[in-house]
């Protein structure tokens, strides 16, 4: 079973895992929570808006419940990605080819980092454009199996995936704040309103 499921499926009495750090002896070793896990606290940390979605029914629900939060129903959409087009084509998105006159960005992503719970994507999701360059809110579709232990895993990962030719243009987005409530810790950075729609696909 699923992580997830457990996490977001059950609420059945404590398990292991809530036992809490003073609980143990003062020298064990620190429990390391699983990979999915981390990512999941840490993107929270980082101000990442997380949707768990068990099926691609849940998926189209909760990018039509964004769309409707957001008052983006005649606003324009930036996707880069065709597969992305063609999985979203019901919705009839008003989209658009240019970064200034798109209101969100529908996109992937190369992998979930565990360790910061940051995305890394490359020139496969943004071309070459740099983040700043991209509208401010983000709508990235990922697969809990994107879940990596570290950005290094997901720099081999993109090598093995692409011996031929690796993409450029690779970086990470870890700041997740609408310009209203970026703080000191996100200043310089390109920070996006990002919503994560993950799909389970364990």
């Given at each position: 079973m699923s992580l997830f499921r457990k996490i977001f499926g059950s609420k059945s009495a404590k398990s292991d895992e809530e036992l809490k750090s003073h609980d143990r002896?003062?020298?064990?070793?620190?429990?390391?929570?699983?990979?999915?896990?981390?990512?999941?606290?840490?993107?929270?940390?980082?101000?990442?808006?997380?949707?768990?979605?068990?099926n691609l029914e849940e998926i189209y629900s909760s990018l039509n419940n964004i769309i409707i939060e957001n008052n983006w129903?005649?606003?324009?959409?930036l996707?880069?990605?065709?597969?992305?087009?063609?999985?979203?084509?019901d919705f009839n998105?008003?989209?658009?080819?240019?970064?200034?006159?798109?209101?969100?960005?529908?996109?992937?992503?190369?992998?979930?980092?565990?360790?910061d719970g940051s995305l890394l994507i490359s020139s496969n999701q943004i071309a070459?454009?740099?983040?700043?360059?991209?509208?401010?809110h983000f709508i990235v579709f990922a697969t809990t199996s994107q879940i990596?232990?570290?950005i290094s895993e997901g720099l081999r990962g993109i090598k093995s995936?692409?011996?031929?030719?690796?993409?450029t243009n690779i970086t990470t987005i870890k700041h997740f704040k609408s310009k209203e409530e970026k703080d000191f810790m996100s200043y310089g950075s390109s920070s996006k309103n990002l919503y994560l729609l993950l799909l389970e696909d364990l």
């Amino acid at each position: 079973m699923s992580l997830f499921r457990k996490i977001f499926g059950s609420k059945s009495a404590k398990s292991d895992e809530e036992l809490k750090s003073h609980d143990r002896g003062k020298y064990m070793p620190e429990i390391k929570l699983p990979v999915d896990e981390r990512f999941t606290i840490n993107f929270k940390a980082n101000g990442g808006k997380f949707l768990y979605c068990e099926n691609l029914e849940e998926i189209y629900s909760s990018l039509n419940n964004i769309i409707i939060e957001n008052n983006w129903e005649d606003s324009k959409v930036l996707i880069y990605d065709n597969n992305l087009k063609d999985r979203f084509k019901d919705f009839n998105l008003p989209t658009s080819n240019y970064s200034q006159e798109a209101s969100y960005f529908i996109t992937t992503c190369e992998n979930l980092i565990a360790d910061d719970g940051s995305l890394l994507i490359s020139s496969n999701q943004i071309a070459e454009k740099k983040l700043i360059e991209l509208p401010d809110h983000f709508i990235v579709f990922a697969t809990t199996s994107q879940i990596v232990e570290s950005i290094s895993e997901g720099l081999r990962g993109i090598k093995s995936k692409n011996p031929k030719k690796i993409p450029t243009n690779i970086t990470t987005i870890k700041h997740f704040k609408s310009k209203e409530e970026k703080d000191f810790m996100s200043y310089g950075s390109s920070s996006k309103n990002l919503y994560l729609l993950l799909l389970e696909d364990l």
